[in-house]
């Protein structure tokens, strides 16, 4: 085997070490959804339900749910809640607030409102990952609760799911009930794979410029 052909083998051996190492480490997504409901969970059955009881709740009505431990350390954490008619901007109403909180370990965080509009559903992303106590809230279990209708002007709200992301696994969920997650291609990984190709092309162009002088 030539010395080139040995360094290319090599170097492509050592890039997706690097792949399977940094890109392909942990992508792992916990999904919350009515398959998983406990009795005190409410993410909605199906679709044709989202206007019903009880899964179309009121200001007297909060819960939470909690996703499935995740070991590892991770770079980076995010959840994701996926919520029917979020009335936020309504003319002539202080709007719809539904208030997200996380427990840190000794008590629950507001993490901001839930996004939305009249009649539609829309995501609502939390990025967690600078937090300090987020890593082992992640591993024993990340809790989460919903304070629905903060002001109580008369608002409801549906769940479809919420999904709980680290390491950029990446997965983006139809806002729909019932539906699965569909994994997409990493971009991290694509990139470190067309480095990898770069990599090697430069040595086969120099190896041919070699040849030729
Ligand atoms: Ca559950
Ligand atoms: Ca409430
Ligand atoms: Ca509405
Ligand atoms: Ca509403």
């Not at 942990?26 to 009881?53: I, L, M």
Request: charged fraction near 15%; include cysteine; charge should be negative.
């Amino acid at each position: 085997m030539s010395n080139f052909l040995t360094k290319s083998l090599l170097a492509l051996t050592a890039c997706s070490a690097l792949l399977s190492s940094v890109a392909f480490a942990v992508p792992v997504t916990d999904v919350q959804e009515y398959a998983n409901n406990t009795a005190t969970e409410y993410f909605v059955d199906q679709d044709a339900n989202k206007y019903n009881s009880p899964y179309y709740r009121g200001a007297q009505e909060d819960w939470g749910w909690n996703h499935a431990a995740i070991a590892g350390t991770f770079t980076s954490i995010v959840l994701d809640i996926s919520a029917f008619d979020v009335d936020e901007f309504a003319p002539g109403w202080q709007g719809e607030i539904d208030m997200i909180y996380v427990f840190d370990g000794s008590s629950w965080l507001g993490m901001g409102n839930l996004d939305g509009a009249n009649d539609i559903w829309a995501f609502t992303s939390i990025d967690l990952t600078s937090y300090s106590w987020a890593q082992a809230q992640v591993n024993a279990g990340l809790q989460v609760k919903m304070d629905i209708d903060l002001n109580q002007e008369g608002w409801y709200v549906t769940l479809g799911k919420a999904t709980l992301t680290v390491d950029g696994g990446n997965q983006q969920c139809v806002p729909t009930p019932g539906v699965p997650c569909t994994p997409v291609s990493e971009p991290t990984s694509l990139g470190l794979l067309g480095l990898a190709l770069a990599t090697l092309g430069l040595g086969l162009r120099r190896r041919k410029a070699k040849i030729a002088a």
